[in-house]
Structures are given as C-alpha cells and as structure tokens.
C-alpha cells in the first residue's frame, strides 16, 4: 500500500503520536506549515527492496541518494516512469577512503580537495546522461561526511545543493551551494541496525519541529528569505535495510502529515529549484 493509499492508523490516537499532532498544531497556531521531505540512499540498481520502496512512496515526493560508479541503466529504466523519485548523487562510488581509526568517510581529507572535486564532476555527467531531466545536482556525502575545504569546490563542479545529516550550520555551505538536511532516521546504526522505538523517532522529530518554529518565532531572517517557514524536516531511509518497522513508522508519519492542515510533503525541485 502506499503512502498517498495508507489509511490513518490506530497507532495515531496514542499519547506518542499526539504530541507530534500537538507540536503541528502549534505550527497551525503561529500560521505556518511544517514541511517534511523523503531522502533514501544508496541506490544502484532495481530490487525488490528499491520495488517495496517505490510503491510505498506512491505519489509523495521522493529523493533518491545514487552511488554513481555503481548505478546501471536498469535502475534509471525502472525509475524512468516514477514522476515523483528525484535522483541525487551519492559520492562517487562511496568507498571508506579514511585511515585505520577514523570515522568513515570517501570525501574527506584522505585526497585532495581539487582530486575529489574533479571525480565528483565526473561522477555527476554520469548521472546526468543515465537519469537526464530526473537527476538534480545535489550532493549526498557517504556517511553524511564531508571536508570542510571541499565545499567552495561544489558549486564550480556543477552542484547545487548539499545534503547530509543533522543540524546545519548556515543556509549555504557556500556560496551558491543550498544545504538542505536530514534530521530523522529511523535505522539504528550503534545496534540492531533496524528500526528504533517509534517513541525515540516522534520525540527527534517533536524537538525538531519545535526547534524550527521557535527559531521562526525569534528571527525570520536566520531562514530562507523565500521559503517562509524555513528548511523542512528530512526524512532519512535505507531502502536496502528497511524492515517492517521503518516502513510502519513511515507510513504513520505521513498519515499524520496528510491529514494535518499545517503539515506537508515537498520536493526536491521546490528545496533547490532548476
């Protein structure tokens, strides 16, 4: 069943999902909308996984993270009819380039900013002849990693757009280069490496919201002077690790999304415009 399709579930009278229903009502109060969009990484080729994916996203707007060097012209097929999937550039071919001991990252420090710069560039005329029109150039960093000196090289390799995890420092990661972030990930990456208490996801995504409305409240000029109610909340999925809880907890997440006046999806091409 898809998202568009998914009926509002029981689990949204619970106490847990009442205080994300009280959190956008907040937002209704202060006349804004909450917005929320999809980021998925690491794709490469059609699955059973990606499939699942896909009908489960129905018509809500959706960012595909692809890892380049490792992407086929059987995935841009299988994407080519699906209107709704945006592709993005995942790294290059999202190798763990640091040394022994330090976190993992294929754009950090281990090559030089120009040599990354350069194979990132390659790397995006790759995408853009396989996916054409669908591809944006916005970067998603493996492991949401990348170094500081690399950022002013982006905009001059052809990217619009940054996009990686957490909380970000300043609207543009430089000049020309929007970031837009990720904020709630459902995979529990120090264990399990399933889905986490759906209590523990609504409260990130509560204090998340709640943190975006209050900065609104104090100075509209610290967002976006075009997009009136700031950087909207990103959604962070692993089609290839989903299980049954990510994709329930995705499901009630838009239920709530859809059925709240003050809440809503947006797109790739509305978040780093053509």
């Given amino acids: 069943m898809s998202l568009s399709a998914h009926p509002v579930a029981p689990s949204l009278g619970t106490s847990i999902w009442a205080r994300l229903e009280a959190e956008l009502?907040?937002?209704?109060?202060?006349?804004?909308?909450?917005?929320?969009?999809?980021?998925?990484?690491d794709a490469t080729e059609p699955t059973a996984a990606l499939d699942r994916l896909l009908a489960l996203a129905g018509t809500v707007p959706l960012a595909l993270?692809?890892?380049?060097?490792?992407?086929?012209?059987?995935?841009a097929r299988r994407l080519g009819n699906a209107g709704n999937v945006t592709v993005l550039q995942h790294g290059i071919a999202h190798l763990n380039l640091a040394p022994p001991g330090a976190k993992k990252a294929e754009l950090g420090t281990a090559r030089t900013a120009t040599m990354l710069a350069n194979a990132l560039g390659t790397a995006r005329r790759r995408l853009e002849a396989l996916f054409g029109p669908q591809f944006r150039p916005v970067l998603v960093p493996p492991w949401n990693r990348i170094a500081d000196d690399l950022l002013p090289l982006l905009p001059l390799a052809g990217f619009v757009g940054l996009s990686t995890a957490g909380p970000r420092r300043t609207i543009e990661a430089a000049p020309g280069l929007r970031q837009v972030n990720t904020h709630i990930d459902p995979v529990d990456w120090h264990g399990t490496r399933r889905c986490r208490p759906v209590?523990?996801?609504?409260d990130e995504t509560v204090r998340a919201l709640a943190e975006r409305r209050l900065a609104l409240a104090e100075d509209r000029s610290a967002e976006e002077p075009l997009r009136e109610d700031g950087e909207p909340i990103g959604l962070l999925t692993h089609h290839l690790l989903d299980d049954a809880g990510t994709e329930r907890f995705t499901a009630d997440l838009a239920a709530m999304i859809r059925q709240h006046p003050s809440a809503a999806w947006t797109g790739v091409r509305e978040i780093w415009p053509p």
């Fill in 25 to 41: 009502d907040a937002w209704a109060a202060a006349g804004h909308t909450a917005r929320f969009w999809w980021r998925d990484d």
């Fill in 199 to 202: 209590a523990d996801l609504v």
């Fill in 65 to 75: 993270a692809v890892i380049p060097d490792r992407s086929t012209g059987q995935l």
